[in-house]
């Protein structure tokens, strides 16, 4: 418990340093000595205590503002390569091994993207945009740059789980606690005009907002729904509590927290997100919970209400496209139905590496002419974007198999189809409501959720969730094989 305090406390610290800051002239020298604090915390603070914190801005995208005088976005561009040289070191100075065989298939995915972002740099090098911040045209070298952080992330995952102990109850409490701080006062931001201190980019703040009340609300139909970051807050909150009620009994503090959680569902929108998360507790319920089955169904039925509410609120089309999918696909995207003939078009073109990372910009109607009714152009810049916030691209499947091939392919059958496969076989072989088989619930409901928002929307590649829970889940392969022989490093609880 005394752990799980510090990493409340150096929260809401955090939070504090920054609204301090806000009010005086030297901005940027403050948030300096705030990254300075944060990197000696993770010096001399505990494994476990390290690894919640990289998990934290790994799972919520917590980012450096504008003001900040180094040219990165999120935290974990910082922290994972910081995380894994030091716990690498430990593993070659205790005479362990970095690459375990049992996680030998997930290493072999990462080894095969990296060896296919290698080709295709060298058949189309990318010299235009800066490595670590990002201009207009948000590819390029900096697209690499975040491959080579998501690896590294991959690497401290495996190698955490394959090596340490974690107290999985304290580690999914203190995420839970955040990711509920977080999404309430998002939404408290977003109607009292307030920016949360440290969150930007997928919480979508300042003009976006002006977005929503200017055009949303209006009822124009290009609008998207949403208050910014509550869809990502809903979709890691259901994973939470569910692995968190593996362990426990249902009683009115959890249903408070579900019923919070429905409410970032409805607020965040996201028709493949809310999906996902149906999906989600639905196998959970038939495969692990059973006796939970009207409960949870009582619960779920609170979107109903929630649904016809929303019809006062949101437009009409809104509406109807985002609560009944009205309208085909083709009707209602007619510029994202084309690209993906398109982008299918490019695939066979180059069906081994991909057409590779580079910017594209491609005009519908004069691919297809006379079958594209609207005027605006649409960029596959977004196809291979790269960002952190999982906001790129217009559906991972086609877009990966467009950029890597059949390469981008097999990284992503075995890093997402795998460590569901895994991970549901993990939780059955462990011996029942162990923490190895709480973690393991916690990653297979996840990469559920992913599965599906994958239809529409990522590009396979730079979503760093996936790149952690398949690190999660060949850690936790690993870890059987190395207690088998004796040579865990010491435990750090």
């Known amino acids: 418990m005394r752990s799980f305090n510090k990493i409340i406390i150096f929260i809401i610290v955090l939070f504090i340093a920054k609204l301090i800051a806000d009010q005086v002239v030297l901005n940027n020298y403050i948030l300096v000595l705030i990254a300075f604090a ?14 919640t914190l990289l998990s934290l801005t790994v799972l919520i995208p917590f980012a450096f503002p504008p003001g900040f005088p180094f040219p990165i976005d999120k935290w974990i561009e910082i922290l994972a390569p910081v995380f894994a040289f030091f716990l690498c070191f430990e593993i070659l100075l205790n005479r362990q091994t970095p690459f375990p065989r049992k996680s ?3 290493l072999t995915a990462v080894a095969v993207l990296a060896l296919w ?6 058949r189309n090098p990318v010299l235009g945009t800066m490595a670590f911040g990002s201009d207009s045209k948000e590819t390029g ?7 080579i952080i998501c690896i590294a992330t991959f690497l401290c995952s495996l190698w955490f789980f394959t090596y340490k102990e974690l107290n999985a109850s304290k580690w999914l409490w203190t995420i839970i606690i955040t990711c509920l701080i977080i999404g309430d006062l998002r939404i408290i931001g977003y109607y009292q005009n307030y920016q949360i201190p440290f969150l930007s980019s997928t919480f979508k703040f ?3 907002k002006q977005f929503l009340n200017e055009q949303f609300f209006k009822g124009a139909s290009e609008a998207k729904i949403g208050i910014g970051g509550l869809r990502e807050m809903a979709a890691l909150g259901v994973p939470l509590i569910l692995s968190i009620l593996y362990k426990r009994k249902l009683n009115i503090y959890f249903v408070l927290i579900l ?3 429905i409410i970032f569902i409805f607020l965040g929108g996201g028709r493949s997100n809310f999906i996902g998360i149906v999906l989600a507790i639905s196998l959970f319920v038939s495969l692990f919970k059973r006796k939970y089955l009207w409960p949870i169904i009582l619960l779920l039925l ?7 509410l929303s019809d006062v609120y949101l437009s009409e089309s809104q509406y109807g496209r985002a609560f009944l999918f009205k309208g085909g696909f083709k009707e209602q995207a007619s510029d994202r139905y084309y690209t993906y003939i398109y982008m299918w078009e490019v695939f066979k073109d180059n069906p081994i590496f991909g057409k590779g990372i580079g910017y594209m910009k491609v005009n519908m ?8 009714n609207t005027a605006n152009e649409f960029f596959l810049t977004k196809l291979i974007e790269g960002r952190l916030s999982g906001t790129g691209g217009h559906g991972a499947y086609i877009s990966i198999m467009t950029i890597f091939g059949i390469g981008g392919i097999f990284f992503l059958v075995v890093m997402l189809f795998g460590g569901i496969y895994y991970a549901y076989k993990i939780i059955r072989e462990r011996s029942d409501f162990s923490d190895d088989a709480q973690l393991a619930l916690f990653a297979f409901l996840y990469l559920l959720i992913l599965a599906v928002t994958f239809i529409a929307g990522g590009n396979g590649f730079n979503e760093i969730e996936l790149w952690f829970f398949a690190g999660m889940i060949a850690g936790l392969k690993a870890k059987e094989s190395i207690k088998d022989k004796g040579c865990q490093l010491p435990v750090d609880r």
Request: hydrophobic share 55%; no cysteine; glycine share 4%.
């Open 38 to 51: 944060a990197f000696l915390y993770m010096i001399y603070s505990s494994w476990n205590q390290k690894f």
């Open 104 to 106: 030998a298939l997930f």
């Open 117 to 122: 972002a290698i080709v295709n740099y060298i």
């Open 141 to 147: 070298i900096r697209t690499y740059f975040i491959i």
């Open 206 to 208: 300042g003009n976006y």
């Open 259 to 261: 019923i919070n959680i």
């Open 302 to 308: 609170l979107l109903v209400p929630a649904y016809f």
């Open 365 to 372: 109607r004069d691919v297809f002419p006379g079958r594209v």
